[in-house]
């Protein structure tokens, strides 16, 4: 079913008979397939609340990201931790709901210096497993009360209740932007040089390696000048640097956050959380043919490897999730990385609070 408002939501979950597949705009088809009877939330659109001065957003989960984005833009503001579109990568249609990107904890090559979606929330609103409409947080950023729960439903996956509104904080939009690009450098070389500019006083926003090593930095225009040229200097010792302008920048980011590299590739994507100092050796362990990229400073490794391929046992210092593969691949190999006994049983008695039937996407995160 189709639903449109939060008490339709509750008594569709009050009556299941079995297993409910929740779906926003369909765009993120990430996880072990879900089967069961289709809960479809995009039905729940609108920003309820959105007031520039507090820097406060209310929407409504089925809300279009691109509705939320056109609104901050016209007050040029924004989403500081700058969510991915998945559609390219994995091949899915439709809108990203800001429902999805919360449910999934969304963040992209900001999060190094803002936090992730998880820090930008403020409160929720949701519907547990037994029909139960619950609210916690606030709508502005001086209500403190409950971020653990408003915390804990980003990244659950609809496996805990399906959201029905979110509070966000949002951030102003920066005058400038630049990038920084060195080219040929190993993994190691990148990595030590993404390290001394994000352990430098020149506030960088971005720090990947794709077909070069990328440093972003923004604010205002005399700042933004000043610290191109002091990130100049200090990464001359690593290779020749070139600057990208604003809208260089721009679209380049874009693609680091969607992972257009990868999305006409061929293979299953995984997307690996390390140490970044870890990040040669687990690149080095991966299997002939994969193609990486770095992003966070080389704290996360997108990798596409051959199809069917489990790389757990060779990543071992990292921590993998596999974004894209065949139903079959996702059916048979963990989607999520294997919890350890202690966090298996909080979890799971996680899920026996907030869904004692296990009827919301169930298998999921299994």
Not at 85 to 111: E, F, M, Q, Y
Not at 141 to 154: A, F, I
Not at 211 to 221: C, K, N, P, S, V
């Amino acid at each position: 079913m189709t639903a449109t408002t939060e008490d339709t939501i509750a008594e569709a979950i009050k009556a299941a008979t079995g297993p409910l597949r929740i779906r926003g705009g369909g765009t993120r088809d990430i996880g072990t397939p879900v089967v069961g009877d289709l809960l479809d939330v995009s039905g729940l659109s609108g920003i309820s609340l959105y007031e520039p001065g507090a820097l406060t957003l209310v929407a409504q989960a089925g809300t279009p990201v691109a509705e939320i984005e056109a609104a901050l833009d016209a007050e040029n503001q924004r989403l500081a931790f700058e969510p991915m579109d998945h559609r390219a990568l994995l091949g899915t249609k439709g809108s990203p709901t800001i429902g999805g990107v919360v449910a999934a904890n969304v963040s992209g090559p900001r999060r190094i210096a803002v936090g992730a979606c998880r820090d930008h929330m403020l409160g929720v609103r949701f519907v547990d497993g037994a029909g139960t409409i619950l609210k916690n947080g606030g709508r502005v950023m001086k209500n403190v009360t409950g971020y653990d729960l408003v915390k804990l439903m980003s990244g659950s996956y609809g496996t805990l209740g399906v959201l029905t509104e979110v509070s966000l904080k949002v951030l102003p939009k920066p005058e400038t932007s630049a990038t920084l690009r060195v080219e040929g450098l190993s993994t190691a070389q990148a990595v030590a040089a993404m390290s001394a500019a994000l352990g430098s006083p020149y506030e960088v926003t971005g720090a990947a390696q794709t077909d070069a090593t990328y440093l972003r930095i923004e604010g205002f225009d005399a700042s933004v000048a000043y610290r191109t040229g002091q990130l100049t200097s200090l990464l001359g010792a690593f290779g020749e640097v070139s600057v990208l302008d604003a809208k260089a920048t721009c679209t380049l980011w874009a693609d680091i956050r969607d992972v257009a590299a990868f999305a006409k590739a061929e293979g299953d994507v995984w997307r690996i959380s390390v140490k970044p100092s870890d990040a040669p050796q687990v690149i080095a362990a991966l299997p002939d043919g994969t193609k990486t990229l770095l992003d966070w400073g080389g704290g996360l490794i997108w990798a596409c490897t051959p199809a069917g391929t489990d790389i757990r046992p060779l990543a071992t210092a990292g921590h993998a999730t596999l974004i894209r593969a065949g139903a079959e691949t996702r059916a048979t190999l963990p989607v999520f990385e294997p919890q350890d006994h202690v966090t298996a049983t909080l979890s799971q008695g996680l899920r026996q609070k907030f869904d004692p039937r296990g009827i919301l996407n169930p298998g999921l995160m299994a």
